[in-house]
């Protein structure tokens, strides 16, 4: 299964992709907010990203740049751990920053969250302290509440303080033009 915008397509992980995650998710700048990891880290994303997918029928989404064909991020829902909250999340390469990609990979991924998975509700966590202080972590804001995500509060988590954001589905609008929908 995959999604189609704009500009982008949204298509499950391979094996293949390792070495582009492993080159997204070891750049420190891209990774200042979620710790940059190991090639054994990246192997055990993977591996989970995969198998998110068999498991629960949504998961993070390998984000392809239609115009170049390359990668260049990801974006998708998971379980936030240890909690029932299904999660919000995105990494693009920063080459791709602030030109509205984390904004469309959202938007379709929320679409898909709600019109497809049937969730009732998404969460997302910027993290806190930095989001005013890094222009980086301020756009990934601005896109959360571009998405209509309400804040809910300051809180810690993954060893970090975060703020809180979330939205329904009887909250958001959809909107029919998003994506196209691929078996």
Known sequence: MEIETARLQLR??????????????????????????????????????I????????????VIHK????????????FLENTPEIELGYVFDKSYWNM???????????KF???EVKLDRIVAMPTAGYAYAHPENLASVRVIQKLGMKYEKDTS?????VVYYAISRTEWQPDDSLYILKS
């Open 12 to 49: 499950h992980f391979s094996l293949k992709d390792f070495d582009y995650l492993f080159r997204l998710y070891s750049d420190a700048e891209v990774m200042r907010y979620l710790l940059p990891r190991t090639r054994e880290q990246t192997q055990t994303s993977l591996n989970k990203h």
């Open 51 to 62: 198998q998110q997918w068999q498991q629960q029928n949504f998961g993070m989404w390998a």
């Open 67 to 78: 115009e170049t064909r390359k990668m260049i991020g990801r974006c998708g829902l998971s």
């Open 100 to 110: 509205g990609m984390g904004t469309e990979a959202s938007q379709a991924t929320l």
């Open 113 to 115: 969250g709600f019109g």
């Open 157 to 161: 988590y993954y060893g970090h303080d």
